[in-house]
């Protein structure tokens, strides 16, 4: 039985059809489905029911799935171990924030990649919350305050940021100079999330409210440059903005305390080595970060 076979038919179980699959795997969908053909025939019954929305699992597949996804992990596993020590093989499939994947996580994907010339590296940059299981990734990088969720969470290190305005929305609506003023204030977000900030050693939460809302930071920054409102953004974001003076820090007797980058995996898993090795090689990249910043005015830190 064709390892790449049993793996084609739990991409495209998990992907929904062929289609979606071919694009996660890079290939045509004429081979899938060649694969899934084969896989068929060679176990006698048919895995898959294919209708014009795509394919769902029949009662066969539905058992030989889990299987089959066990299979093909424990193969993988089998391969790094009789590798060269230290060696990466298969295919390492990565959620990434567009915000930062770009500029603070690609380069550790590609070191990655460097350091194992076998493996395959496939990162999909998006800020939205992916399903993991049903989109097929190993893994997925998250940033800012973790929401509660079943997912397995690692944090590799801290997020600075602050509250910052353009300075024509200060001269126009003031700034807030404590959080329970924020109610008063058009706050620029990306869902419907809360906001936290440090008295000392209190944690203050605050729920704002803002008609501006978009998935990603750079499209927040886009707004609170045309003084559209306030937010909350890391540092990383908002350092260039902040020295040039198109932005301006606010209401910084409360800071915001650190949030955190995070590897996030499904439940139910040992990580595999590449989820560990990658996890270990952002830590790395975090404390560097933090350790270059010492003395600054400003810290980032991804």
């Not at 097929?136 to 602050?162: E, M, N, T, W």
């Not at 949030?259 to 560097?288: D, F, M, Q």
Request: include cysteine; aromatic fraction near 6%.
């Amino acid at each position: 039985m064709d390892i790449k076979e049993l793996q084609t038919f739990v991409d495209v179980a998990d992907a929904g059809g062929v289609s979606p699959a071919a694009r996660r795997l890079g290939i045509s969908k004429s081979i899938v489905s060649r694969r899934l053909l084969r896989l068929e025939a060679e176990l006698g019954v048919q895995l898959l029911a294919r209708t014009t929305r795509g394919a769902a699992l029949t009662e066969a597949g539905a058992i030989f799935r889990d299987y089959a996804a066990r299979a093909c992990a424990e193969i993988d596993t089998a391969r790094e171990t009789i590798l060269p020590s230290g060696e990466l093989c298969g295919r390492l499939r990565i959620a990434v924030p567009i915000s930062f994947g770009t500029t603070h996580l690609a380069p550790v994907l590609a070191q990655m990649a460097r350091l194992h010339p076998q493996l395959h590296v496939h990162a999909s940059y998006s800020d939205r919350f992916v399903d993991m299981v049903a989109e097929g990734f190993d893994c997925a990088i998250r940033i800012r305050y973790l929401q509660d969720s079943d997912l397995i969470a690692r944090r590799v290190g801290p997020i600075y940021g602050k509250l910052v305005a353009s300075p024509d929305y200060i001269r126009a609506h003031g700034a807030p100079e404590a959080p329970d003023a924020l109610i008063e204030h058009q706050a620029l977000m990306q869902g419907g999330e809360a906001w936290q900030f440090l008295d000392g050693e209190k944690i203050i939460t605050v729920h704002p409210q803002g008609r501006f809302k978009a998935d990603n930071a750079t499209a927040l920054v886009a707004a609170a440059l045309e003084g559209v409102g306030v937010a909350w953004l890391p540092d990383a974001v908002t350092n260039p903005y902040v020295a040039s003076g198109a932005l301006v820090p606010i209401m910084t007797r409360f800071p915001p305390p650190p949030a955190g980058a995070y590897v996030i995996r499904p439940p139910g898993r040992h990580p595999s080595r590449k989820v560990r090795v990658l996890t270990e090689l952002l830590i790395a990249c975090c404390e560097n970060i933090e350790a270059s910043s010492v003395g600054q005015a400003v810290k980032i830190n991804t």
